[in-house]
T-cell receptor, first 113, second 113 residues
Framework: GESVGLHLPTLSVQEGDNSIINCAYS??????FIWYKQESGKGPQFIID?????DKRQGQRVTVLLNKTVKHLSLQIAATQPGDSAVYFC????????????FGGGTRVLVKP | NAGVTQTPKFQVLKTGQSMTLQCAQD?????MSWYRQDPGMGLRLIHY???????DQGEVPNGYNVSRSTTEDFPLRLLSAAPSQTSVYFC????????????FGEGSRLTVL
């Protein structure tokens, strides 16, 4: 079946710099996208979501961008901090899928002091 | 507030043994689900439930059974464990039929020898 994928498995970023995590999705019918953060030894934690009728959504230090033309999703983290070190997953949901999400493989972000 | 609680956190089984992974949530969430997480493959949905007495299969249901007798509990049963079931298992819950904000437990690491 169709699945969500990521371009970069590992991203190293200097503390204080901005981070950009990319995700390519293949199901053009998906209408809802979510980013999760998973710290070592813990379960994933919701960060931010975006619906397909939007192309940008901002949260606290995070921004999600959606480009439906090229089926691309990105998560931008401003002023990256050591606590941002984690694995980040994007997830998609096709229409009528209810609460069922399809997750990508994850990108590890390492913040260098 | 405990959120989503999974037990045990670690388990080692021999091939052919059976066991149950427990999941309980105290948020009165209607939707509960089980995912498995394998290296490089993200999270894959095993089974899910939209309410007490209702369960359905996800992407990778073979070898697993579930039941939902109460709103709070959603156990995952392995009837005859196989090495291919070595993984980290996550239980997640949410409220509402279309929410993408899943609340995850801290995971159960299972090794099948």
């Amino acid at each position: 079946g169709e699945s969500v994928g990521l371009h970069l498995p590992t991203l190293s970023v200097q503390e204080g710099d901005n981070s950009i995590i990319n995700c390519a999705y293949s199901n053009s019918a998906s209408d809802y996208f979510i980013w999760y953060k998973q710290e070592s030894g813990k379960g994933p934690q919701f960060i931010i979501d975006i619906r397909s009728n939007m192309d940008k959504r901002q949260g606290q230090r995070v921004t999600v961008l959606l480009n439906k033309t090229v089926k691309h999703l990105s998560l931008q983290i401003a002023a990256t901090q050591p606590g941002d070190s984690a694995v980040y997953f994007c997830a998609e949901r096709p229409p009528a899928a209810g609460n069922k999400l399809t997750f990508g493989g994850g990108t590890r972000v390492l913040v260098k002091p | 507030n405990a959120g989503v609680t999974q037990t045990p956190k670690f388990q080692v089984l021999k091939t052919g043994q059976s066991m149950t992974l427990q999941c309980a949530q105290d948020m009165n969430h209607e939707y509960m689900s089980w995912y498995r997480q394998d290296p490089g493959m993200g999270l894959r949905l095993i089974h899910y439930s939209v309410g007490a007495g209702i369960t359905d299969q996800g992407e990778v249901p073979n070898g697993y059974n579930v039941s939902r007798s109460t709103t709070e509990d959603f156990p995952l049963r392995l009837l005859s464990a196989a090495p291919s079931q070595t993984s980290v298992y996550f239980c997640a819950s949410t409220t509402g039929r279309t929410s993408g904000e899943l609340f995850f437990g801290e995971g159960s690491r299972l090794t099948v020898l």
